[in-house]
């Protein structure tokens, strides 16, 4: 069995976020260290019935409020990443295929959004209504209420994914670039 990898984040508002991750059937060694206090959730059953045999995650999430913790599941190897979208108050989680979006004082699931490929990034602005999840093969804005506002497919494989002088920038895996407006999904140049 290998050691859970861990990652620490802090957001303003006194948010700080703590993940603990690793791959399939090692749950127990993941939640071996789970801390105390705070409503904890299991969202596994999201992804599949056996998920316990899965890549599993888990992140505590402190607040001015008290704390709250969620553990995932996933089908692949993948590093749990976050991103505070402040206005909707949502902490948005990309964890394989799947986007959690959580209160993030409360740690209440609003909605999921499941892609095709495996999650890149997700990214979020204050400029934006929607928040910008990025899979392989597709780019998708959904909107606060979990909606997809558009979606953008893709015929090669993106790597890598910026939000640059309000432009969203998408690196293919062979380097094209291509360059949309993340209001719209159309192309900006």
């Keep these: 069995m290998t050691e859970p990898r861990h990652a620490d984040l802090a957001y303003p508002g006194g948010l700080r976020v703590r993940f603990r991750w690793a791959g399939s ?6 939640f071996a260290l789970s801390e105390q206090g705070g409503a904890l959730v299991d969202h596994g059953p999201l992804v599949a019935s056996d998920y316990e045999r899965l890549c599993r995650a888990e992140l505590r999430v402190e607040t ?3 704390a709250w913790v969620a553990r995932l599941a996933s089908p692949i ?3 749990p990443a976050a991103v505070l979208w402040d206005l909707p108050g949502l902490l948005v989680v990309k964890y394989g295929f799947v ?15 499941r892609a095709g490929t495996p999650l890149v990034a ?18 998708f804005a959904v909107r606060a209420d979990g909606d997809v506002a558009w979606r953008l497919a893709h015929s090669d494989v993106v790597a890598g994914v ?3 002088g309000g432009r969203l920038i998408l690196t293919s895996f062979e380097g094209q670039r291509q360059v949309v407006d993340p209001e719209s999904g159309e192309s900006a140049g």
């Design 25 to 30: 059937g090692e749950g127990p060694a993941v």
């Design 64 to 66: 001015p409020g008290g």
């Design 77 to 79: 190897w993948d590093d």
């Design 99 to 113: 986007t959690y979006a959580f209160e993030a004082r409360s740690g209440e699931l609003r909605w999921t959004h």
């Design 122 to 139: 997700v990214l979020a602005s204050s400029r934006l209504d929607h928040v910008l999840v990025q899979a392989d093969l597709e780019t």
């Design 162 to 164: 910026e939000l640059v």
